[in-house]
């Protein structure tokens, strides 16, 4: 009996090690995103450059060939300092000329004076003629006024070879010339550029539909492009209001507010533009599954390790990524990318590279 109930022990034994047990369920590997909210919307990134607010072209008073150009581009020059100077053989040869007629309009004075007081002094004796005396003092009057005219003529003769040379009227940066050496020029034809650097702006260009819908309150990062830790914030001084036939953008000026040492003139720069909006969430398109008709996201309970859908509205999509209204909080981790082959509950692992 003893025999026939050991058997009976052994026999349950084998069938209960017979059965198979259930194997776990396999830990998933998924990639993640750390839920966070926006609050600026991004309207894009542009190339630009520094530049003066204020620029001056200059050109000569008088026309003449230049005979020399005494700085460069990039030279900072100080006030009144010499930039180029014309050939000045013609305005010397004037300057010769009027001071000859003035030499020989002196002497007619000189001959006048003498006549009048000689006809003043012949008639206060009784023996010159009114009409004499009258033309006298009519001859020296009109004489005077040559002289007059003739110094004019020759302090006038004086400025125009002083206009031969072409100085600064104030203290700039030379950032263009538009004329050489030899080369001729009219009066005030454009010779050289003068940008005062003291006041310094961003210059770039927008799209034309983009530059018509700014929002009042856009903000403009301003980051020199070799160096993106150099940077500042601007403000909206003009917009052009026409965009030119060519590239149909819009130039923009913006005010620097607080430009640093580094922005120097044609420094390259990028510049961002962005708003406040209403706080939303962003997440990349394969983070979303479309099942009956819902939209939801797969949340990851980092405690436990493990995954469970929750349903979300979208507000907006695009190629690459959604809006969502609600459903998820910032800060919590969904999956990323492998949506479909999960199942709730099902124990996963965050990829060290994504949970960073």
């Not at 990039?74 to 040869?93: F, I, M, R, S």
């Not at 009409?131 to 001859?139: E, G, I, K, N, S």
């Amino acid at each position: 009996m003893k025999q026939l109930t050991l058997i009976l022990v052994t026999s349950l034994a084998l069938i209960a090690c017979s059965k198979e047990e259930p194997a776990p369920e396999p830990v998933r590997p998924v990639l993640s995103i750390e839920v966070t909210s926006e609050d600026q919307e991004n309207l894009g990134r542009f190339a630009g450059t520094i530049q003066a607010r204020y620029e001056s072209n200059l050109g000569f008073r008088v026309p003449g060939r230049i005979a020399r150009r005494a700085v460069d581009v990039g030279a900072e020059v100080e006030k009144g300092a010499l930039l180029a100077v014309l050939d000045p053989t013609d305005q010397q040869n004037q300057l010769r000329a009027a001071q000859g007629d003035l030499a020989r309009v002196q002497a007619q004075w000189i001959n006048a004076q003498a006549n009048a007081r000689r006809q003043q002094a012949l008639f206060d004796r009784g023996v010159g003629a009114q009409a004499q005396l009258d033309l006298a003092q009519t001859d020296l009057k009109t004489t005077q006024a040559s002289l007059d005219q003739a110094k004019a003529a020759v302090d006038q003769a004086r400025d125009q070879l002083n206009y031969a040379e072409l100085h600064t009227d104030h203290a700039g940066i030379v950032t263009a010339w538009n004329a050489e050496a030899g080369q001729v020029v009219s009066a005030g034809q454009q010779v050289v550029t003068l940008a005062r650097p003291d006041i310094k702006e961003a210059v770039i260009d927008l799209p034309a539909g983009l530059a018509e819908r700014l929002p009042p309150d856009v903000v403009f990062h301003v980051a020199a492009q070799l160096d993106p830790e150099v940077n500042t914030t601007a403000i909206v001084r003009e917009v052009e209001p026409q965009a030119q036939s060519a590239t149909r953008t819009r130039r923009a000026r913006l005010t620097l507010a607080e430009p640093p040492a580094a922005f120097r003139l044609g420094t390259a720069i990028s510049v961002t533009l962005s708003s406040a909006i209403a706080p939303r969430i962003e997440l990349p398109l394969s983070a979303i599954q479309e099942v009956d008709g819902k939209t939801r996201i797969w949340v990851i309970d980092l405690q436990n390790q493990t995954v469970q859908p929750r349903d979300v509205s979208l507000v907006s999509r695009d190629e690459q990524h959604v809006l969502l209204e609600g459903g998820v909080q910032p800060g919590e981790r969904v999956v990323s990318a492998g949506v479909n082959s999960l199942k709730p509950g099902q124990k996963v692992k965050i990829d060290e590279d994504s949970a960073r």
